[in-house]
């Protein structure tokens, strides 16, 4: 095995979950802010794949209810290619389905916060409570992928697709 993260890519985000050498587990490891330029995601990926030697990438593929890949996996798989492009070292890149991952997530966090007096969260609560969903949910997606490793059941219904 080798130190991998898991990705857990949004509009807004990228929740980064991590499983390093030998682990068993993921863990949420942190939540970056999308940069306004794919170099600026880039770079942030850069540093950490070389902080934690990162040899394997488990991307979340948002697939629709029904299983078939829409707009946003066109766009997932897009952005991984221009990614995986721009690397200065040789990572192994898996998509795993993410279906339902942020709803576990959140069910895992349980519910946000409320705000002072028990009024409505502050902005900046929900924002903290979605950057944390997003790395959860990066961890489901991570476990997912190391989970079925582990079994090397290839029948099972959330196959891991392998590219490098």
């Known amino acids: 095995m080798s130190a991998s993260l898991g990705i857990d890519l949004g509009e807004r985000r990228i929740g980064i979950a991590l499983a390093e050498d030998g682990a068993l587990s993921a863990r949420p490891l942190t939540t970056l802010k999308r940069g306004r330029t794919l170099d600026a995601d880039l770079a942030a990926l850069r540093l950490l794949i070389d902080t934690h030697d990162i040899t394997a990438l488990v991307i979340g593929l948002p697939l629709e209810a029904a299983g078939q890949e ?7 798989r897009s952005w991984v290619d221009a990614v995986a492009a721009g690397l200065d070292r040789e990572v192994s890149i898996a998509y795993r389905d993410e279906r339902l991952s942020s709803h576990v997530a959140e069910q895992r966090l349980g519910p946000m ?3 002072r007096s028990g009024g409505p969260p502050t902005k900046h609560q929900r924002d903290a409570y979605r950057a944390r969903v997003d790395r959860e949910a990066a961890a489901i997606i991570l476990q997912d992928a190391l989970d079925a490793q582990l079994l090397h059941d290839p029948t099972t219904p959330s196959t891991m697709e392998t590219t490098s």
């Open 70 to 76: 829409g707009t946003q996996a066109v766009r997932t």
């Open 113 to 115: 916060r409320r705000g």
